[in-house]
T-cell receptor
Framework: AQSVTQLGSHVSVSEGALVLLRCNYS??????LFWYVQYPNQGLQLLLK??????LVKGINGFEAEFKKSETSFHLTKPSAHMSDAAEYFC???????????????FGQGTILTVHP | DADVTQTPRNRITKTGKRIMLECSQT?????MYWYRQDPGLGLRLIYY???????NKGEISDGYSVSRQAQAKFSLSLESAIPNQTALYFC????????????FGSGTRLTVV
């Protein structure tokens, strides 16, 4: 079975500061990992994904995430926050072939990012 | 047009009523999913379908049913709505077994009073 834990339901940063959103996962087989963003009153938009290629993944809007197998982590970062980054962010895992949850995304609880001027 | 369209966008219904949420997609994908979103709980899988003849329960299927009318259409029904089914519902589609991520609709906000 697979699961995702996002540490911190709310993160607040100043504009221009580093953004760090934490995600830890569990999976019985090598996973596929994703970060989604949800702006108010909208659906979920894919930010980036890890699918067993490079461990450092770059996404849209200047975000990136690093897959660390030893730490079972996939933290999302952005060097300099912008007001437009304020949204809710979801980490998600899908087990690869052989996993009991192959083909299904399991989401974390979400982290609301607030950016102060 | 959006790749994944959900109707209605908002709905208020009374306890005990039957309601259907509809989803259609233009991606040509075989796989479709229904999730519900609750504050602090993230998204939880209700039902999923890997093709027209393959429908499976997710982690929270009690009180819900689905119908896959065609490759492009996947409907979610609440046979007898109850207040704790008040939530934001999302339909999603994918073209493979999850490696590319999902494409989501804009959601249906359902309130059961």
């Amino acid at each position: 079975a697979q699961s995702v834990t996002q540490l911190g339901s709310h993160v607040s940063v100043s504009e221009g500061a580093l953004v760090l959103l934490r995600c830890n996962y569990s999976s019985s087989v090598p996973p596929y990992l994703f970060w989604y963003v949800q702006y108010p009153n909208q659906g979920l938009q894919l930010l980036l994904k890890y699918t067993s290629a490079a461990t450092l993944v770059k996404g849209i809007n200047g975000f990136e995430a690093e897959f660390k197998k030893s730490e079972t982590s996939f933290h999302l970062t952005k060097p300099s926050a912008h007001m437009s980054d304020a949204a809710e962010y979801f980490c998600a895992v899908s087990e690869g072939a052989g996993g009991t949850s192959y083909g299904k995304l399991t989401f974390g609880q979400g982290t609301i990012l607030t950016v102060h001027p | 047009d959006a790749d994944v369209t959900q109707t209605p966008r908002n709905r208020i219904t009374k306890t005990g009523k039957r309601i259907m949420l509809e989803c259609s997609q233009t991606k040509g994908h075989d796989r479709m999913y229904w999730y519900r979103q609750d504050p602090g709980l993230g998204l939880r899988l209700i039902y999923y379908s890997f093709d027209v003849k393959d429908i499976n329960k997710g982690e929270i299927s009690d009180g819900y049913s689905v119908s896959r009318q065609a490759q492009a259409k996947f409907s979610l029904s609440l046979e007898s709505a109850i207040p704790n089914q008040t939530a934001l519902y999302f339909c999603a589609t994918s073209g493979d077994r999850g490696t590319s991520g999902y494409t989501f609709g804009s959601g249906t906000r359902l309130t059961v009073v």
